[in-house]
């Protein structure tokens, strides 16, 4: 995973190369963001839903995304992931922060030839056991879908966590400091106005908010 291009050199102790650490961090963001200079030199970024497949980190979108279209031929890309766990406040203004866990991955990325499966994959990202309770995709539908995946091979994570860190001379200083915790915590589900009657919440929507 370390390479010249994955090795931290701002504040390197809170770097890691481990897989299962940057699997981590991947297996619980659901967006990531892909990133790649357009043949005609224009840098560009997209935020996407990513899934993780093993060892590689599956992407999917319209068969006519230019986006797609282009990273298929083989343009080298980069994918981030940010979950932000905290508000760190500091004595200082200098020394106010976050609470992170971030992971990148550099690599160039490849057609996946099993699209439905790829679809279930990402069906159970969002919600564990609803592939079963849905419409499954039809021909048309997996003809208009292309999914690449990109081999989880080069890459690093870089973590935060814990209080401030203040210069020696402010801990005397007459101002609170400390951490506000941040976390993303599903709601009370809405279904939808056009509901058939007599559809009751299912245990894998119901499992979400337990």
Same mark, same amino acid.
């Given at each position: ?105 550099? &690599?160039?990325? @490849?057609? =996946?030839?099993?699209?439905? /499966?790829?679809?279930?994959?990402? #069906?159970?990202? %969002?919600?564990? &056991?609803?592939? @079963?309770? =849905?419409?499954?995709?039809? /021909?048309?539908?997996?003809?208009? #879908?292309?999914? %690449?995946?990109?081999?989880?091979? @080069? ?56």
């Amino acid at each position: 995973m370390k390479t010249p291009r994955t090795k931290l050199s701002r504040v390197p102790q809170r770097g890691s190369y481990d897989q299962a650490t940057i699997h981590a961090i991947l297996d619980e963001a659901l967006i990531g963001h892909v990133a790649w200079v357009t043949p005609d030199g224009r840098p560009a970024v997209i935020p996407t839903l990513i899934a993780r497949d093993g060892d590689d980190l599956l992407i999917h979108g319209s068969s006519a995304s230019r986006t797609l279209r282009a990273l298929k031929a083989g343009i080298e890309a980069c994918v981030e992931v940010t979950h932000v766990d905290g508000l760190v406040l500091a004595r200082s203004a200098f020394h106010h922060s976050m609470n992170y866990r971030s992971a990148i991955l550099y &690599g160039t990325l @490849e057609p =996946v030839e099993d699209v439905a /499966r790829a679809l279930e994959i990402f #069906t159970e990202k %969002l919600v564990p &056991g609803r592939w @079963e309770h =849905v419409r499954w995709p039809n /021909r048309k539908e997996l003809k208009a #879908t292309a999914v %690449l995946r990109l081999p989880i091979a @080069e890459g690093s994570a870089k973590i935060r966590t814990g209080a401030p860190v203040d210069d020696d001379e402010d801990y005397a200083l007459d101002t609170w400091a400390g951490v506000v915790p941040l976390r993303i915590e599903p709601q009370a589900p809405a279904p939808d106005p056009l509901l058939k009657e007599g559809i009751d919440l299912p245990e894998h929507v119901r499992a979400l908010t337990a």
